[in-house]
Structures are given as structure tokens and as C-alpha cells.
């Protein structure tokens, strides 16, 4: 009786390792599609807008006013579109934004 103990104890304990690999599989599967949908989120937020941004789409980015508009522009290093007055490069825009903040 000894030996069919010791085949039915292997057995739980394989069960049980089996088990943990799929709870450890479906968790990866859980957070693979949450940062799947994360991005998703974040591609359709930073692409929405056109690839040169105006002072109004800084206002509505910004959620300020238009004299922010006018300080934030002229911080050095924020990134300006050098052919016409008042446009901005859009993923220079997310990245400055991205670098620039805590």
C-alpha cells in the first residue's frame, strides 16, 4: 500500500503544478490583453489628431487657454513646426509631452 501512496501523492502534486502553469498562463494572457487594449487606447489618442498641430488642438490637448498656449510654446525645447507660424509637429508634440512630465 506504501507504493500506491507514494504514485498518488506524484499524481496531486503534477495536478497541482499543472494547475499553477495554467493560472500562471491565464494571468499572462490577462495582462497580454490589457496591454493590448492600453495601447490600442493610447494609438487612438495620439493619432486622432492630424500630423501638425495647431494652437487650438494644443488648447484642446492641453485643456487650456490660449495664453498657456503662448507660454508653452515659447518654453525652449518645445517643438515647433519651422515652415509656418503656429504649427507643431504632433509626435514631437506627445513626445516632448511624454519628456517633460512627472
Known sequence: MG?????????????????????????????????????????????KWPPVL???DLKEIFQCSGSVVHRLKNISGFPSFPYIQGRYPRDEVFEWIKNNSK
Do not use: P, R
Request: aromatic share 4%; hydrophobic share 35%; no cysteine.
Open 54 to 56: 495647431t494652437n487650438s
Open 3 to 47: 507504493k500506491k501512496d507514494d504514485t498518488n501523492q506524484v499524481n496531486i502534486e503534477v495536478k497541482i503544478a499543472e494547475l499553477e502553469l495554467e493560472l500562471v498562463k491565464l494571468k499572462i494572457e490577462q495582462v497580454a490583453e490589457e496591454a493590448f487594449l492600453q495601447g490600442v487606447e493610447y494609438g487612438k489618442q495620439q493619432h
